[in-house]
């Protein structure tokens, strides 16, 4: 970090003096000139005022030319190797900058595309060939296959949160996708590689992962229970939900819900109540509230989570999520949800409005 620096600053250095020496050199080429138009005897002065702009001024233009040229070049390289480019890999590949972002959604588009069409040859090619020589790829492209629900980009599903980095190890990102198509919301987790320099073959898709929503919360539950060492599959669709699992997706995420039949509390209702008692349990014991309808512990999350259903807002359900300290304990926090959106700056707790 510290060269890094050193030479930024360096290269800073570097450009003011370029720039001090061709803006004097062309004060002396003016000058130069000026001079010797007035004095058409010509005078030994204006001469050498313009040689000394021109080799002042030199340098400058000489380093812009240069680096005019290598950029053009770059460019031209770039843009054969862009058109014999017939892969999503090896369009990034050909890239002298991919932005991670855009990334993603290229990454989704080029797949689902693919998918939707059934085209699984194209599928396969966008996806990073360390991947694809895993001898067990061809296998998870065929059962990825027998449960995709198909028609995924028809579904117009909405990027729902993402990430990306860049290390030794390359640059990497990840993107989430969700909609809403007939009964069921769909999830679709997408992983990928954009640069990797020496290791072109860890650059495309690295992992793909379509759920429905009751087996994403069932995916979710296992995977904190496992304490994040639940393996992640690199390729899978999985909407066959074992048994008769009911899931909301509340605050953008899945959970496996109990619609016990009752009638939602009111969002002032539920105020009232977390203003009164200081515990779940306590609240619970008292007749306040039910059993929570919804349940996740996070291993990576200090708090508990529970959830109740609110009477809906314009048509679309809303949720109170409840933070405790520990099982059923301590009321620390609550906020009101739509199905993809945790509102934190609307909080049920007069107590912490307050200290806000």
């Known amino acids: 970090m510290a060269f890094v620096s050193g030479f930024l600053l360096f290269l800073f250095f570097i450009i003011i003096v370029l720039a001090l020496a061709f803006f004097g050199g062309l004060t002396f080429l ?28 030199a340098p400058a233009v000489i380093s812009v030319g240069c680096v005019a040229t290598v950029g053009g070049v770059s460019a031209i390289k770039e ?31 080029a797949a689902i595309t693919a998918a939707d069409h059934r085209d699984i040859e194209t599928f396969k090619e966008c996806f990073a060939l360390s991947v694809r020589r895993d001898r067990d790829f061809d296998d998870a492209v065929d059962a990825f296959f027998e449960e995709y629900p198909g028609r995924i980009m028809s579904m117009g ?17 990840s993107i989430a996708y969700l909609g809403f198509s007939g009964d069921n919301w769909y999830i ?78 009111s969002k002032d209702e539920m105020r009232e109540i977390l203003d009164t008692y200081d515990t779940l349990q306590d609240a619970i014991d008292a007749g306040a509230l039910r059993e929570p309808q919804g349940a996740i512990k996070y291993y990576n999350h200090t708090g508990y989570y529970y959830f109740y259903e609110l009477e809906p807002e314009d048509g679309e359900p809303r949720y109170v999520h409840i933070v ?20 934190y700056s609307e909080s049920f707790n007069s107590q912490e409005d307050d200290e806000g």
Request: negative net charge; aromatic residues 6%; contains cysteine.
């Open 157 to 173: 599903l909405s990027p729902s949160g993402g990430a990306s980095d860049r290390s030794d190890d390359g640059a990497h990102g």
């Open 30 to 57: 003016i000058v130069g000139i000026i001079t010797k138009k007035v004095n058409k005897k010509g005078k030994v002065f204006p001469v050498v005022s313009i040689i000394i702009g021109i080799l002042l001024m």
């Open 324 to 343: 405790t300290s520990e099982p059923y304990g301590n009321i620390g926090s609550a906020y009101y949800c739509t199905p993809d959106r945790t509102l």
């Open 188 to 265: 679709v987790s997408l992983s990928y590689c954009t640069e990797h320099e020496g290791h072109d073959e860890d650059v495309g898709i690295t992992s793909l992962v379509i759920r429905d929503l009751g087996t994403q919360a069932q995916y979710n539950i296992a995977y904190n229970e496992s304490g994040g060492t639940l393996e992640k599959p690199y390729l899978l669709c999985d909407t066959d939900v074992e048994g008769e699992i009911s899931a909301r997706l509340i605050g953008n995420a899945a959970i496996i819900w109990n619609d016990d039949g009752r009638d939602p509390l």
């Open 79 to 109: 843009q054969i190797a862009l058109s014999k480019a017939q892969t999503l890999p090896e369009t990034w590949i050909a890239k002298d900058y991919v932005d991670s972002r855009a990334a993603g959604s290229e990454a989704y588009i």
